[in-house]
């Protein structure tokens, strides 16, 4: 099943659920600009700069003109868009943050009943960003799902300790895209480590309750 219309569709009842200036978790966005950026970045990619996202938010401020690019949010790519074609591969993580972004940013709880397939087609694509957030940390990182599947993001080096990230596959997603301060994840490892870890990595703070020794595990590339 491909997953990125679902979440299209979801993002943009959010996005209709919230004023044009509502606030969301990507700092100095409005619910507009978000909006403008998901419009621009699918159908209109030349213009999918910050000035370009600043000028079409700035022209949606209204609750008219944020309806109407709201409903050009809803509408799919064309055909020979890659955004088409390879939606999921491109889009899932995209569209299911940016939901995020949108109903944390309004104060709303985390949604606790994602689809099963959804939530593991989100396991699979955590990588790619998970290093990209992580590739600053002094010390190894590893995430660790409910069900004690786990990722190293960054293996320790010698003489480095280790932190573990645990939570949901949403939660996990949303502290390894930067949104750690929102999502609903606990920080384990020495007090040190876990200092270095939040001090080095933007936006890593999660719930640092429960603190115990991280368990880096098996030192594959890859766990689930």
Do not use: K, N
Not at 44 to 55: I, M
Not at 76 to 81: E, M, T
Not at 201 to 209: F, T
Request: net charge neutral; charged share 25%; glycine share 10%.
């Amino acid at each position: 099943m491909h997953w990125y219309p679902w979440l299209r569709d979801r993002l943009v009842l959010e996005l209709r659920s919230v004023e044009p200036s509502a606030p969301t978790l990507c700092e100095g966005w409005t619910a507009a600009h978000l909006a403008a950026h998901v419009y621009l970045r699918e159908h209109r990619p030349w213009r999918a700069t910050s000035s370009g996202v600043s000028t079409l938010a700035a022209a949606s401020a209204d609750p008219a003109s944020y309806a109407r690019l709201v409903d050009e949010v809803a509408q799919p790519p064309g055909r020979l868009s890659p955004h088409s074609w390879a939606g999921d591969a491109i889009d899932l993580a995209e569209l299911f943050i940016h939901g995020e972004d949108v109903r944390r940013g309004a104060g709303r709880p985390a949604e606790r009943d994602l689809p099963e397939g959804l939530v593991a087609a989100l396991r699979d694509r955590i990588g790619f960003f998970a290093r990209l957030t992580y590739r600053r940390s002094p010390v190894g990182v590893l995430l660790v799902d409910p069900d004690g599947r786990r990722f190293v993001a960054r293996r320790a080096r010698s003489g480095q300790g280790s932190v573990a990230v645990r939570g949901r596959v949403e939660e996990l997603v949303l502290h390894a895209s930067g949104r750690g301060r929102a999502s609903d994840v606990a920080l384990h490892g020495s007090d040190d480590d876990v200092a270095a870890f939040v001090s080095a990595v933007p936006g890593a703070q999660g719930r640092a309750d429960d603190p115990g020794p991280a368990d880096d595990g098996p030192q594959g590339d890859r766990s689930p």
